[in-house]
């Protein structure tokens, strides 16, 4: 299976880069895991709050494949405990997906030509997140569920 994470921009934050880069090197034993960068909009900074989303939305729409597995990191989706987020993705490589794709928006969320597309919704926390700090919560996340898949002794009850 392969496992993409799609992100808008770049992070300028040093800490999460370390953090990402860390838990993708240690994914690296279990998945196939990239993090696909849509390039911030350029001139957004000038742009209405909807039309950035807008333009956004469809740089993130032309990365995802017709097969992939879209899932948005939202705030309203399903939250998981640990265990159960490793169930779902043990559940996904049982029935053979090909490729997650965990979609994170820009500052302002998703256009709604986003919240259209056929896709599960998975918040990681009721609480609000930086979209930077997201890229660093959740590849945490998914290395703790192959960790807890494969029985290693990173999670602790």
């Not at 939202?74 to 979609?103: C, H, P, Y």
């Not at 945490?140 to 807890?148: C, G, K, P, S, V």
């Amino acid at each position: 299976m392969n496992i993409d994470l799609i992100v808008v921009g770049r992070t300028n934050v040093p800490f999460v880069e370390q953090a990402v880069s860390e838990y993708a090197k240690r994914l690296s034993r279990y998945v196939r895991f990239s993090i696909v960068v849509v390039p911030d909009i350029k001139g957004g900074g000038s742009l209405s709050e909807a039309k950035l989303k807008e333009r956004e939305g469809e740089a993130l729409i032309a990365a995802l494949a017709p097969y992939d597995k879209r899932v948005l990191l939202d705030e309203n989706g399903r939250q998981f405990s640990s265990e159960e987020f490793a169930a779902w993705i043990e559940t996904a490589m049982n029935r053979s997906v090909r490729k997650l794709a965990f979609v994170v928006g820009g500052a302002y969320g998703f256009s709604d030509s986003v919240r259209a597309l056929d896709c599960e919704k998975m918040s990681l926390s009721k609480m609000t997140f930086s979209h930077q700090m997201i890229r660093m919560l959740f590849t945490e996340q998914l290395y703790r569920a192959f960790t807890i898949i494969n029985k290693e002794p990173y999670h602790h009850k």
